[in-house]
């Protein structure tokens, strides 16, 4: 399984390398946010505020398409090509999902990079502590991307994913804290698992490690990880794909 | 090398695909599995070849258990989907590597074994390109090598020649009664071309509304002077010819 993961994964990585116009397009637009919104955020907010909501919305954008991919892999047969090698099945899920983590690790790196350059500060350790956190959460959104892709009707997944990560981003408080909404958005905005996540992140980028924020925030992620996984396993073990 | 008994397929919502088909192919066979679209070819292949689960009956495949012992099953076959499965941006090479591997192929193994099947389907010096540039026949050549790098003994071809100008699908059957005579592969392939099931295969297995109505060589179908088209519409109530050219 470990073997096939790896296969797949240095595959995959490839394939996505070889995309060189998708791969500048995927880095430069969440710099646009840091760059052409950040400066007006820090007239009334901190860097460390920002950048962890940009980190939230990059990840759920980028991992949340994920799944785009394999409806083109099913359409070609490249897919069922795979399905009937004896490889692992949950390879031929891991073997993406680590492909999409190592993509949102260069994002996350370049967004912070360049938020530094911009007046952002923040503790080696926190910074290392959220890229962790933010690359778990991506890989199990993008197991669950896949396992939605494989489920629904293919002409809708793009559709649909595009427009369900628009409201979990905004109730994340990706852009604004949540804090600044009114009783009744504030109130909606728990229901979104990634706002624990982002004020979890918030918390790191300041520093502050052990506090109850940070401990919701890592259970919200592990939990939703077990569940994303748990789905994109089963979806890729039965799926007739 | 094949034995399958009284396989059927109930897709959600009641659709009845495939109805107690029980059916056995003997190593060293080119066995045609005929009949008009939507009867059932596709979906018995699919659970022939462990992508479908079965909602009845059992079936020993390659030697091994379909139900118990599907991954053995994926080990010892090869097959070839009717869309093939050649990504567009991805060189040939590349992909064939990666196919042996997972195949179980050792990296240097699946390097020879991959030059060797290139060679072995008149694909030698085309590592480099990627399926998109492909012609139709180069293309089904391809998704042919895909299905070879372990050395199935057998070998599933859905609909192999659809699509194809003449030049291209007798060079196919070429390529396939090779595989036969030179490695001993059985071949189970669908078709709805007779002149295919004609020219190629040793038995043929006729399949109407989920149910196979009738086997035979194709001289045995044939027999009493008909041709294989009257044999099927007499059979079926339906004409094969009308059938292909949609």
């Known amino acids: 399984m470990v073997r096939d993961t790896w296969l797949l994964f240095r595959h995959n990585l490839r394939a996505t390398l070889r995309q060189k116009a998708g791969l500048i397009f995927g880095a430069i637009q969440p710099l646009f946010f840091l760059v052409l919104f950040g400066p007006i955020f820090a007239t009334i907010g901190s860097w460390e505020t920002l950048v962890p909501g940009l980190i939230i919305q990059l990840g759920l954008m980028s991992t949340g398409m994920a799944g785009f991919g394999v409806v083109f892999e099913k359409r070609s047969g490249a897919l069922e090509r795979l399905r009937v090698t004896p490889a692992s099945r949950l390879a031929l899920l891991l073997g993406r999902v680590l492909t999409n983590a190592v993509q949102l690790i260069l994002q996350v790196v370049l967004l912070v990079a360049v938020g530094y350059a911009l007046g952002l500060r923040a503790p080696v350790a926190g910074l290392l502590a959220g890229l962790a956190l933010v690359v778990v959460l991506g890989a199990s959104l993008a197991a669950l991307s896949y396992a939605i892709a494989l489920t629904m009707n293919e002409q809708l997944f793009a559709p649909v994913m595009g427009t369900a990560v628009i409201p979990l981003v905004l109730l994340s408080g990706a852009f604004l804290p949540m804090s600044m909404a009114p009783g009744w958005l504030d109130a909606l905005s728990y229901v979104s698992p990634f706002r624990h996540v982002l004020e979890a992140l918030r918390e790191l980028f300041g520093g502050h490690y052990f506090t109850g924020t940070v401990v919701a925030g890592v259970a919200v992620t592990v939990v939703f990880a077990v569940i994303s996984l748990t789905v994109g396993t089963r979806v890729f073990n039965r799926a007739s794909a | ?246």
């Open chain 2, 1 to 246: 090398m094949i034995n399958a008994t009284g396989l059927s397929k109930t897709f959600k919502g009641g659709d009845v695909a495939v109805k107690n088909v029980t059916m056995s192919v003997r190593p060293g066979e080119i066995v045609g599995f005929l009949g008009p679209n939507g009867a059932g070819k596709t979906t018995t292949m699919r659970m022939l070849t462990t992508l479908l689960r079965p909602t009845s009956g059992t079936a020993t495949v390659a030697g091994h258990d379909l139900l118990g012992d599907p991954a053995r099953v994926r080990r010892h076959i090869g097959y070839v989907s009717q869309s093939g499965g050649v990504s567009p941006s991805v060189p040939l090479g590349e992909e064939l590597h990666l196919q042996a591997m997972l195949y179980g192929l050792s990296r240097a193994e699946a390097s020879a074994r991959t030059a060797e099947v290139l060679a072995m389907l008149d694909l030698t010096g085309m590592e480099s390109r990627p399926g998109g540039t492909l012609s139709g026949g180069q293309r089904r050549r391809v998704d042919i090598a895909f299905a070879l790098p372990h050395r199935p003994a057998l070998l599933f071809l859905d609909e192999p020649t659809t699509g194809l100008d003449p030049q291209s699908r007798a060079n196919l059957w070429d390529h396939i009664r090779r595989l036969r005579a030179e490695d001993g592969v059985t071949v189970f392939l669908t078709t709805h071309y007779l002149d295919e099931a004609d020219a190629l295969c040793d038995r043929l297995l006729i399949i109407d509304h989920g149910e196979i109505v009738a086997t035979g060589s194709p001289a045995e179908l044939k027999a009493g002077g008909r041709t294989l088209d009257q044999a099927f519409l007499d059979l079926t109530g339906r004409s094969l010819r009308e059938e292909a050219a949609l």
